[in-house]
């Protein structure tokens, strides 16, 4: 079982930067690969970074990249997401996740992980 804690959302203008951080508890954080995805309200969940077990792989959709980018400290069982040129459109409630399955690869789909953070609200105004 991995538990997970995201923070560092907030409110910031457009053009800004913000990183969310993703604690997970356990002593198996390399097992996994970890993923953040968005929801805005009335929206569907929406892939945004994924990375592998050692930080080989990762995958952004072409709404993020360039501007967004994941990485992860094992020895600190933390993933983060740097968020730089933040847009309007950028808001949304940002979940941390962990896939089990395929821990060497940087899994898009929201089916292919196991454990869910609570999520933290990320707000850019314009």
């Known amino acids: 079982q991995v538990q997970l804690v995201e923070s560092g959302g907030g409110l910031v203008q457009a053009g800004g930067s913000l990183r969310l951080s993703c604690a997970a508890s356990g002593r198996t954080f390399n097992s996994y690969a970890m993923g953040w995805f968005r929801q805005a309200p009335g929206k569907e969940r929406e892939f945004v970074a994924a990375i592998s077990w050692n930080g080989g792989s990762t995958s952004y959709p072409d709404s993020v990249k360039g501007r967004f980018t994941i990485s992860r400290d094992n020895a600190k069982n933390t993933v983060y997401l740097q968020m730089n040129s933040l847009k309007p459109e950028d808001t949304a409630v940002y979940y941390c996740?962990?896939?089990?399955?395929?821990?060497?690869?940087?899994?898009?789909?929201?089916?292919?992980?196991?454990?869910w953070g609570q999520g933290t609200q990320v707000t850019v105004s314009s």
């Open positions: 996740a962990a896939s089990g399955r395929l821990k060497s690869f940087a899994p898009v789909s929201s089916v292919l992980y196991d454990y």
